[in-house]
């Protein structure tokens, strides 16, 4: 096992070249000056990571993958374990590539805490999806990225690059075992060029002593669309950090999340939409719930720049807290520079309905069949909406399994 230091960072960088190894450079500089974030920073509010980099390194090698546990058909695949990307393959109208093997990683990554320059410095390897001008790819490409190795650390990038008048939607599976340490710090970047349409469906399933920290940017140009769709169901603390910068005219951002925390988990959201063309629009629509003692944070922040008029923006938060141990904060707030605009945002945190609880009651069904009714159509709202629909049972029978672990 390598330790998180200089000399693992130089042993890295010395295998890239070109672009790659100048952004490993300045993310060891990033690394190196920064501090481990806590709640003291606003884009840490209220919660900490609780993560010693020093109880973590990285494998030498990947270890052996689990099998695939989400049934196809698939377009194309790519398996990467413990930040190795081990399997690629490509498919009719949709190239699927190691980046370790491109001489050219991608922009340079903004850095804003001590995680993301982790993955900078560390970093190289990863999958990339190419989808070339005009192609629609019919069926998703599933991406099985897994951290196998006890109190491993990794740090896998999926990048999505869609040319013009493309489409493809992309399944990644997170997952672990259950009961290994383990720190996961991925990256996933989607640029989507005028025309083109990417939905990604994360499907997060992290393992319960495992820490993930995950930085997401997209950016669309005119007309594009870029989409998110994450049921957040595992992991010992759960960060997601979403960046999306409309640019194009015309281009849109659809996001939406289903949660739910258990025993202490931490399941942290900020999402940030930044309107910066005209005619673009956003909606943003998450629902989650909290058991036991964990915790659950969105802040998401829709911001409209000067240029975005004729913007329509719109975002939603609703919590369940299902236990008195269980907390939820939901922040969403709008920055509006333009004068012509569409814009709202709701947030909710609260128990079980009782009207709700009394009304089926009165119709035959007991208080435990009750809640459980509710708690199946709170999410039911959310999972409709993600966009590959075979996956709609798998989900739902996910959040209810979970449900019914919480009230036995």
Wanted: proline share 5%; glycine share 10%; net charge negative.
């Amino acid at each position: 096992m390598l330790p998180i230091d200089q000399t693992t960072h130089e042993r890295v960088r010395a295998a890239l070249s070109g672009r790659a190894a100048e952004r490993a450079r300045a993310g060891w500089a990033a690394f190196a000056g920064l501090e481990m974030p806590s709640e003291r920073l606003e884009q840490w509010r209220y919660v900490h990571p609780g993560v010693d980099l020093g109880a973590f390194g990285f494998p030498d090698r990947a270890g052996t993958p689990y099998p695939a546990m989400l049934g196809g058909p698939w377009s194309a695949s790519a398996v990467s374990v413990d930040g190795h990307t081990l399997a690629v393959h490509s498919g009719d109208g949709v190239e699927v590539t190691a980046l370790a093997a491109q001489p050219n990683p991608g922009p340079a990554a903004a850095i804003a805490d001590r995680f993301e320059a982790m993955h900078e410095a560390f970093g190289g390897d990863g999958v990339l999806v190419s989808v070339p001008r005009g192609s629609a790819v019919t069926e998703p490409v599933l991406i099985d990225l897994q951290a196998v190795t006890p109190d491993s650390a990794s740090v896998p990038r999926v990048r999505i690059v869609a040319a013009a008048s493309s489409q493809v939607a992309i399944v990644v599976h997170e997952r672990s075992p259950d009961g290994m340490p383990a720190l996961v710090v991925p990256r996933f970047e989607i640029e989507a060029d005028n025309g083109a349409r990417v939905h990604l469906v994360v499907i997060q399933e992290w393992g319960d002593e495992t820490a993930a920290v995950a930085r997401h940017h997209y950016v669309a140009g005119r007309d594009a669309t870029v989409g998110l769709a994450e049921a957040g169901l595992g992991g010992r603390f759960s960060r997601l950090h979403l960046s999306v910068d409309l640019v194009g005219d015309g281009s849109a951002a659809e996001i939406v999340g289903a949660y739910f925390g258990d025993r202490a988990q931490t399941l942290d959201y900020r999402y940030f939409l930044r309107h910066a063309a005209r005619g673009t629009t956003s909606v943003m629509f998450l629902k989650g719930a909290v058991a036991g003692e964990s915790r659950s944070v969105f802040s998401g922040l829709i911001r409209i720049e000067r240029e975005g008029q004729k913007t329509s923006a719109h975002q939603t938060n609703r919590n369940l807290v299902l236990s008195d141990g269980a907390d939820a904060h939901s922040v969403p707030n709008l920055e509006i520079l333009a004068d012509d605009v569409r814009c709202g945002h709701g947030s909710a945190v609260g128990p079980l309905d009782e009207e709700q609880r009394y009304y089926l009651m009165s119709r035959g069904l007991d208080r435990m069949r009750a809640d459980r009714l509710q708690v199946k159509g709170f999410f039911e709202e959310a999972l409709v909406r993600f966009p590959v629909s075979r996956f709609e049972p798998v989900l739902r029978g996910a959040f209810m399994a979970k449900y019914a672990g919480v009230t036995t």
